[in-house]
């Protein structure tokens, strides 16, 4: 079982950045895929990155470039940095673990974290 809590969203302006932490229980943390997805109203949650434990990462097309996804074993976090940002990004963002390779879908997930990007 894995417990996951997100935190760092909040409002920012277009161009701007904003750092997601997401903090995750479990001994078996190092061992699983981490990643994000995230949910614009009234559309399908979708996935954003994804970080294997060995170190690839996968991330969707739309945030190639300005997103980094990254994690740190010894404190059993999960990072998203979210550069240039754009109002398209608006979105509740959602950290995921267990996520299967091209990010069809996870096992475990954390309650989200509203993230708004103004014009």
């Known amino acids: 079982q894995v417990h996951l809590v997100e935190s760092g969203g909040g409002l920012v302006q277009a161009g701007g950045s904003l750092r997601l932490s997401c903090a995750a229980s479990?001994?078996?943390?190092?061992?699983?895929?981490m990643g994000w997805f995230r949910q614009a109203p009234g559309k399908a949650r979708e996935f954003v990155a994804r970080?294997?434990?060995?170190?690839?990462?996968n991330y969707a097309d739309s945030v190639k470039g300005r997103f980094t996804i990254s994690r740190d074993n010894a404190k059993n976090m999960v990072y998203l940095q979210m550069n240039s940002l754009k109002p398209e990004d608006t979105a509740v963002y959602y950290c995921?673990?267990?996520?299967?390779?091209?990010?069809?879908?996870?096992?475990?997930w954390g309650q989200g974290t509203q993230v708004t990007v103004s014009s």
């Open positions: 995921a673990a267990n996520v299967a390779y091209g990010g069809g879908g996870a096992d475990y």
């Open positions: 479990g001994r078996t943390f190092s061992s699983y895929a």
């Open positions: 970080d294997w434990s060995g170190g690839t990462r």
